[in-house]
């Protein structure tokens, strides 16, 4: 099975919402940014919006689900990250985002060593990567001997590698990149009663509250970047 059938099932709902999130990580300015798996593009529409960028570069795989806003973007590559060999300038990007894409890769480590060129001296990577390490996946493997596959989330079946927060922070630093930061989504818009009874009563005890974590957002920098610039 190709990587593109992998998501022949998926909504467009998969692709198209604002990563706020991520937003929220970039300041106002004149930036360059580059979204690996931009999906719609939604998010980098918004942050030229907000003033946070002057220049939008999307690659995405699933060109059905970006062909509306490929005007709306400055440069648009349909691929997969893993085959294609873009022509930018080495240190052109102040900003490169990996939203909920790299757990989807063969070699992970390889593409961040191969974008990270692209990113200038200061410049930083943003990744989003699931926690295998959530309860709910532990409590399952523990109790009923379940790692079941779903449509989307923390086991998505068209995700090819699963990191812990150490094992993150590990892949970031065989591609020579340093992490300068880790945030913790815990997923609070849908949690159940149980999930915030979990929530409140673990994150007392838990030290950095891992188990409790759905996802992590990392801003990593290229190592002696203040060496390159």
């Not at 900003?95 to 063969?106: G, K, P």
């Not at 188990?211 to 002696?224: G, M």
Request: aromatic share 10%; proline share 3%.
């Amino acid at each position: 099975m190709s990587k593109n059938e992998l998501y022949h099932d998926k909504g467009n709902s998969y692709f198209s919402s604002i990563r706020w999130d991520v937003i929220s990580l970039i300041p106002g300015g004149d930036h360059r940014i580059l979204e690996v798996g931009c999906g719609t593009g939604d998010t980098l529409i918004k942050l030229r919006e907000l003033n946070k960028a002057r220049e939008i570069v999307g690659i995405e795989l699933n060109y059905d689900s970006l062909q509306d806003n490929c005007n709306r973007l400055d440069t648009v590559l349909v691929g997969d990250v893993e085959e294609l060999d873009p022509a930018f300038e080495e240190g052109h990007f102040d900003y490169i985002i990996f939203a909920d894409v790299l757990e989807h890769l063969v070699n992970p480590p390889a593409i961040l060593r191969r974008y990270s060129r692209y990113l200038r001296g200061t410049g930083s990577i943003i990744a989003s990567i699931p926690n295998v390490k959530n309860y709910r996946v532990l409590l399952d493997l523990i109790l009923y001997d379940k790692f079941e596959y779903a449509d989307a989330g923390i086991l998505d079946r068209s995700h090819l590698r699963f990191f812990t927060r150490r094992e993150m922070c590990r892949l970031f630093d065989q591609a020579g990149l340093d992490v300068v930061s880790v945030q913790s989504k815990f997923g609070s818009g849908h949690l159940g009663n149980l999930d915030r009874h979990l929530n409140y009563t673990l994150g007392k005890y838990l030290p950095g509250k891992s188990f409790l974590t759905v996802q992590y957002l990392i801003t990593a920098t290229r190592r002696n970047a203040e060496a390159s610039l």
